[in-house]
T-cell receptor, first 115, second 110 residues
Framework: EAQVTQNPRYLITVTGKKLTVTCSQN?????MSWYRQDPGLGLRQIYY???????DKGDVPEGYKVSRKEKRNFPLILESPSPNQTSLYFC??????????????FGEGSRLTVL | LAKTTQPISMDSYEGQEVNITCSHN???????ITWYQQFPSQGPRFIIQ???TKVTNEVASLFIPADRKSSTLSLPRVSLSDTAVYYC???????????FGGGTRVLVKP
């Protein structure tokens, strides 16, 4: 089954404790990206990656890092989480169609709470 | 990047057609328009994508006028299960950064 898998789905942590949210897709997609969703603010892109070792900032990259060492994986790293990073996070992937990003496939989301 | 503007919410009744219009005044020549549906605590799901005129699939139609400064998602004969948030997204043809609009919350009543 084609899917994007995120882990963990739920996490409560404390300020400053480094954490990683993993994202994996089994569709051989070139494009992967991370979003955060907050009430009243919709979906905001954090980082995206066009392919292995190619990453770039989205609209809200501050406080986050990413890496793309393998095509299927795109982890989101919070080096020193702060309470304003409490949010619902989504990973998504798509084929690169040559005319822009194609249909995005989203994961189920990871709800992160930073105390 | 093309910024999108959508109504915040709209109500409808079962069996009616729902039309949601998205404004994207500074859309570029190579950009595409895509719509997503999102249920609470789930990831958005692709509905339809188009470039110009009309696109139709099994769940929706997308109407794009000649100037492409707006687009309208049409959901025919909605049911209660169509209650969701609908996002309009302009996809850059030459870039990879994606900016979602605020979404339209559609409530379908019995």
């Amino acid at each position: 089954e084609a899917q994007v898998t995120q882990n963990p789905r739920y996490l409560i942590t404390v300020t400053g404790k480094k954490l990683t949210v993993t994202c994996s897709q089994n569709m051989n997609h070139e494009y992967m990206s991370w979003y955060r969703q907050d009430p009243g603010l919709g979906l905001r892109q954090i980082y995206y990656s066009m392919n292995v070792e190619v990453t770039d900032k989205g609209d809200v990259p501050e406080g986050y890092k990413v890496s793309r060492k393998e095509k299927r994986n795109f982890p989101l790293i919070l080096e020193s989480p702060s309470p304003n990073q409490t949010s619902l996070y989504f990973c998504a992937s798509s084929l690169w169609t040559g005319r822009g990003t194609g249909e995005l496939f989203f994961g189920e989301g990871s709800r992160l709470t930073v105390l | 990047l093309a910024k999108t503007t959508q109504p915040i919410s709209m109500d409808s009744y079962e069996g009616q057609e729902v039309n949601i219009t998205c404004s994207h005044n500074n859309i570029a020549t190579n950009d595409y328009i895509t719509w997503y549906q999102q249920f609470p605590s789930q990831g958005p799901r692709f509905i339809i994508q188009g470039y110009k005129t009309k696109v139709t699939n099994e769940v929706a139609s997308l109407f794009i006028p000649a100037d492409r400064k707006s687009s309208t998602l049409s959901l025919p004969r909605v049911s209660l299960s169509d209650t969701a948030v609908y996002y309009c997204l302009v996809v850059q043809g030459a870039g990879n950064k994606l900016t979602f609009g605020g979404g339209t919350r559609v409530l379908v009543k019995p």
